[in-house]
């Protein structure tokens, strides 16, 4: 049973000082927390300004949560729809030519149940080249999508996923790809 009252995050490393999260707090709230079409060219600099390593030709649409930029790596010709969530508490790496839809969300925390004290498990997440995590999918922490594999909407995806494989279902369940559907 957990005891919710023992439950520190006193081990768990920000990253950053508290006044450069809480620029960032501000920064995320003005450019990236509003359906206001800010020039992804905008957002990509700020992004750059607080740590996030982003190449070229990057879109990044309205209502997009990052939590700790400086823990994210973005590389070229990525979309990031509209409401999609990083949750950044490890490593983010998105590699070139992914499709991250909208609501989708990149989740690197989790919690110990075996343990009273609840204790937070960071795992850092890697969607490979030329992948697409569909609209309103869930990555968990410590999962890695394989280049070319496809994450279909609504997916829940716990473990790691092959190359050029396509993931369905809720429980995620791996299936062969094929080129066209």
């Known amino acids: 049973m957990i005891r919710l009252d023992r439950y520190s995050t006193q081990g768990f490393d920000r990253g950053a000082s508290a006044l450069k999260e809480a620029a960032w707090i501000l920064v995320k709230w003005f450019f990236f927390l509003t359906p206001l079409p800010w020039p992804s060219a905008v957002r990509c600099a700020l992004l750059r300004a607080f740590g996030a390593e982003v190449g070229s030709g990057v879109v990044i649409r309205g209502n997009v949560n990052i939590t700790f930029p400086w823990r994210l790596r973005i590389g070229s010709d990525v ?17 070139s030519n992914v499709c991250i839809s909208q609501r989708a969300f990149l989740c690197t925390g989790s919690h110990d149940f075996g343990k009273e004290t609840f204790d937070l498990i960071a795992q850092p997440i890697v969607v490979r080249e030329g992948s697409w995590v569909a609209a309103m999918a869930f990555v968990g922490p410590g999962v890695e999508i394989g280049q070319g594999s496809r994450v279909a909407a609504g997916a829940v995806v716990s473990q790691s996923v092959p190359p050029a494989s396509k993931v369905k279902g809720n429980p995620a369940v791996i299936v062969p790809a094929s080129p066209v559907e």
């Not at 979309?79 to 590699?95: C, D, Y």
């Open 79 to 95: 979309w990031i729809g509209e409401e999609v969530l990083v949750l950044s508490l490890a490593q983010v790496t998105i590699e």
